[in-house]
């Protein structure tokens, strides 16, 4: 079976997350459900809702048929530092118990392939808000483990301004990276924490790419030509990212999937393939990979959750990609931009 990373998943911030290890009722991805879908490795989401968020949001159809998500009210720094600091715990507490191994260094990426032993884990953080300005909090973090992170989720902080869930709409919207935002963005370079872009609005996005501080990466997210989601990226974010080595983890949420936006789970799994197919045939298939948004939005039902991994997986064969395409995807093309954020 192929070995699979996968770029994105909320699976720990879930009421049910106590049940990761025996294996959960619901939801996408627990380990047994990884181990069955072959999938060895993935990034690990810290998330922290803004106040009164509820667990499921739904979109609000506009009068002129735009369908748009209520926006996010800020989230202060106290509350998301403590809840940021508990969800983290959750994921230390599994790597202490063996059932995980957190990568921390490039050479945990390759000896977790393939050897049978627990999956890997990346710690994500979602959004800076447990990060304050001055990025002292940035050192603490690092040393527990934080090799990725999203300066926004799709809300404003002091770092920059997540893009809203508008469909349709451009990723333009909005200002860019605050000073701080940009300090954030070089600080995480100097420290080998991956700087991802997938909530980031159009006008962070250049601001981040004119830091030039390592391959551009989102971690969860389409193609906007297929999917007009202001979540999507644009033809010239794209080339961007193809231009630095970067790479889009495929996202499977069905609302930035589908050109209509349903977030309707009966959703064909080859619409994965379009937005995976479009990348590669733009940029280079060097630049594509996977990543999910397991337990964080609705993914198609072919798919079900993370053990159907292998049916996408031979979804991509059948749409022509060749056996090391589909390896690049699968593993090598997230080992080669996290090995290069990690060695500086
Ligand atoms: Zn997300």
């Known amino acids: 079976m192929l070995s699979v990373f996968d770029g994105h ?13 025996e294996g959960r009722s619901g939801g996408h991805l627990d380990l047994p459900r990884m181990r069955a879908g072959g999938v060895r490795g993935g990034i690990f989401s810290v998330f922290s809702k803004s106040p009164g968020m509820p667990e499921e949001r739904k979109p609000v159809p506009r009068d002129d048929g735009v369908k748009e998500f209520p926006s996010a009210p800020p989230l202060d720094h106290a509350p998301a530092a403590a809840d940021a600091a508990a969800v983290a715990g959750r994921l230390l507490a599994l790597e202490r118990a063996g059932h995980v191994r957190l ?3 490039e050479a945990d990426l390759d000896a977790g392939k393939e050897d049978g032993g627990p999956p890997l884990a990346v710690l994500h953080l979602e959004g800076a808000e447990a990060i304050d300005p001055a990025l002292e909090a940035l050192e603490f973090w690092y040393e527990a483990g934080l090799r990725s992170l999203g300066p926004v989720w799709s809300r404003s902080n002091w770092f920059g301004h997540g893009v809203p869930f508008i469909s349709p709409s451009s990723p333009n919207v909005g200002p860019g990276l605050t000073d701080a935002g940009r300090a954030l963005v070089r600080r995480c370079a100097e420290l080998g924490i991956l700087v991802d872009v997938s909530h980031l609005n159009e006008a962070g996005f ?9 391959p551009i990466v989102a971690t969860h997210s389409g193609a906007h030509a297929v999917c007009a989601s202001s979540r999507n990226l644009t033809d010239a974010q794209l080339d961007a990212i193809g231009e630095t080595g970067g790479l889009v983890g495929i996202v499977f949420a069905c609302a930035f999937l589908r050109p209509d936006f349903a977030d309707d789970a009966d959703t064909p799994l080859e619409l994965i393939v379009q937005h995976a197919r479009y990348v590669a045939d733009r940029i280079g298939v060097e630049h594509v990979a996977l990543g999910s948004d397991y337990d964080g939005a609705t993914i198609p039902t072919p798919l079900g959750d993370v053990a159907g991994t292998p049916r996408l997986l031979d979804a991509l064969a059948e749409d022509g990609f060749g056996p090391d395409e589909l390896a690049a995807i699968a593993w090598n093309n997230w080992r080669r931009v996290l090995g290069a954020w990690w060695s500086g």
């Open 9 to 21: 998943n909320d699976a720990l911030t879930r009421d049910d997350h106590a049940q990761i290890v």
């Open 206 to 214: 250049w601001d981040l790419a004119g830091l030039e501080p390592g």
């Open 103 to 105: 990568a921390r260094r």
